[in-house]
T-cell receptor, first 110, second 114 residues
């Protein structure tokens, strides 16, 4: 089983739609969770950290479910500029490493 | 604009060439990383320097040789690469050290090995 698994997509959604991505992780001891965004041929950029209580930043909401070992990202009112690959990142406690999921590709269409 | 600067942005080299990738950050971060990313794949960790000492080497072939001259600089020396080494090479930094911190990435060096 991979450390971090994501549905690669692609997710094609119309502008204004709400879209959600899930990401599962294998290490129950993981403590840190992030969503990164990566545009084509660009570097990954931190979108948001994911906290145990869930957190929101504008149109973006991140949730953590420790019991089922997954994190989620919800995007409301999708914009064309949201088109990108969204990478789930989880720490591997004790291994001093962060694991990247394969990424979920989102395309928002006009 | 990213606060982690990588040069060059693009590099084409032959299999017998020697070249170096450079990375610089002035955020006072004490951990620096090299990642390799192939198209449509996630970044793969290569090396981690923590407080200027190599702390992680993910079984990278010796044709890749990292160097950390000081806390702000990170180099990756390349020698006798293979065509399959063509990829986007990303440098990143974080405040204290590996594991559970936010990473700040440079814009990467797109490397092509002919």
């Amino acid at each position: 089983r991979k450390e971090v698994e994501q549905d690669p997509g692609p997710f094609n959604v119309p502008e204004g739609a709400t879209v959600a991505f899930n990401c599962t992780y294998s290490n129950s001891a993981s403590q840190s969770f992030f969503w990164y965004r990566q545009d084509c041929r660009k570097e990954p950029k931190l979108l948001m950290s994911v906290y145990s209580s869930g957190n929101e930043d504008g149109r973006f909401t991140a949730q953590l479910n420790r019991a089922s070992q997954y994190i989620s990202l919800l995007i409301r009112d999708s914009k064309l500029s949201d088109s990108a690959t969204y990478l789930c990142v989880v720490d591997q406690t004790g291994a001093n490493n962060l694991f990247f999921g394969t990424g979920t590709r989102l395309t928002v269409i006009p | 604009d990213t606060e982690v600067t990588q040069t060059p942005k693009h590099l084409v080299m032959g299999m017998t060439n020697k070249k170096s990738l450079k990375c610089e950050q002035h955020m006072g971060h004490r951990a620096m990383y090299w990642y390799k990313q192939k198209a449509k794949k996630p970044p793969e960790l290569m090396f981690v320097y923590s407080y200027e000492k190599l702390s992680i080497n993910e079984s990278v072939p010796s044709r890749f040789s990292p160097e950390c001259p000081n806390s702000s600089l990170l180099n990756l020396h390349l020698h006798a690469l293979q065509p399959e080494d063509s990829a986007l090479y990303l440098c990143a930094s974080s405040q204290q050290g590996p594991s559970n911190e936010k990473l700040f990435f440079g814009s990467g060096t797109q490397l092509s090995v002919l």
